[in-house]
């Protein structure tokens, strides 16, 4: 079974198996470049073409801040008639957000199941929480803001304490077979960019890591891709919205 994901944009993804579309975290509704594709996807947005040939849409928003969610997506419902939305419970009490019968809040640690889709939350080292996905043969896991946090401003204290979260909450994932993982590669912590990614890698052992949170700046992935893909993890390297990825589980 082929997999494709689409890098939208900073932390937005995007992944279709077979006729279900999976979107995570989706803020930039505009194509960041004019690019010689037709599919919208392609172009690192969302429009009616993204869900020709879907039948089952879940959208995901691990919070309420503004790079991580837009009230477009509630827009969607138009281009897919089964269409389930599943929120950070904290995003409804930002959002002036009318019950829906598709509409599911979570807090962290709990489960949801929607069809033959298993959903669990699990913590940030932000707001809201982060998703595990399972489905037939296959796994995702989107980690919002969940990331080794190691500002340098931060007290020596506070770095540590930043650490002993962000590990408690990887930790309890051990266990699980992790196809796909979105976790953040940010160039703002400078040399501690990769600590989190890093410590997902070799706790976890994802067979595809995916580097989110880093804006337009592409390069990063790049160096990340060059310290940690193995024959065990194969790291994605982002060159522009919109990149397409495909997956096939061995």
């Not at 930039?28 to 470049?33: G, L, R």
């Not at 401003?153 to 304490?161: A, Y």
């Not at 160039?187 to 804006?215: D, M």
Request: include cysteine.
């Amino acid at each position: 079974m082929q997999t494709e994901i689409y890098h939208l944009f900073h932390s937005g993804t995007a992944v279709r198996v077979k006729d279900k579309l999976f979107i995570f975290d989706y803020f930039k509704d505009e194509p960041q470049q004019e690019k010689a594709v037709t599919s919208s996807l392609e172009k690192g947005v969302i429009r009616s073409d993204s869900f020709k040939n879907i039948k089952e849409t879940y959208v995901f928003v691990s919070h309420s801040h503004h790079d991580h969610y837009n009230q477009i997506i509630f827009d969607w419902g138009e281009y897919c008639d089964q269409i389930n939305y599943i929120l950070a419970a904290e995003v409804a009490e930002e959002s002036d957000l009318e019950s829906k019968d598709n509409l599911y809040l979570m807090e962290k640690d709990e489960e949801l199941k929607l069809d033959q889709i298993n959903i669990s939350s699990y913590g940030s080292t932000d707001k809201g929480v982060s998703f595990l996905v399972e489905l037939d043969n296959l796994t995702i896991f989107h980690a919002g803001d969940l990331n080794w946090w190691k500002w340098k401003k931060f007290s020596p204290k506070v770095q540590k304490r930043e650490e002993r979260e962000y590990k408690r909450e990887v930790d309890k994932l051990k266990g699980k077979q992790i196809d796909i993982a979105f976790v953040p590669v940010d160039p703002r912590l400078e040399e501690n960019f990769y600590l989190a990614g890093e410590y997902f890698i070799n706790q976890l052992k994802p067979a595809l890591f995916v580097p989110i949170h880093f804006a337009d700046n592409f390069d990063v992935t790049k160096f990340f891709r060059d310290r940690f893909n193995s024959n065990q993890t194969r790291v994605a390297e982002i060159t522009e919205s919109g990149e397409k990825i495909l997956y096939t589980r061995k």
